[in-house]
């Protein structure tokens, strides 16, 4: 099994970037998606979300608007989305799959927004 994320990097704010969740060795068709984030001091927090297979999607208030999240299922992946960034979204980028009995994290991503 993996989950591998990629597509962080430094970017100014009020630029755009774009988070890939990649995923091997289980159903990725049968399993909820959702990217979380952790800044520095503070506590994993839910960034977005997509249902199975591919249904209906949710966000923190913090990104709302900003930020979209979609799958491919034919690629066995995940994508964030992420305009208008602010220097309060930099943190490292955890994608979760989560199925009815199993739950996989990636390894992360560091996003950082900064002039």
Do not use: H
Request: aromatic share 12%.
């Amino acid at each position: 099994v993996q989950v591998v994320e990629s597509g962080g990097g430094l970017v100014q704010p009020g630029g755009s970037l774009r988070l890939s969740c990649a995923a091997s060795g289980f159903a990725f068709v049968n399993y909820q998606m959702t990217w979380y984030r952790q800044a520095p001091g503070k506590e994993r927090e839910l960034v977005a979300g997509i249902t199975r297979p591919g249904g209906s999607t949710y966000y923190a208030d913090s990104v709302k608007g900003r930020f979209t999240i979609s799958r491919d299922n034919a690629k066995n992946t995940v994508y964030l989305q992420m305009n208008s960034l602010k220097p309060e979204d930099t943190a490292v980028y955890y994608c979760n799959a989560r199925g009815r009995i199993t739950d996989y994290w990636g390894q992360g991503t560091q996003v950082t927004v900064s002039s």
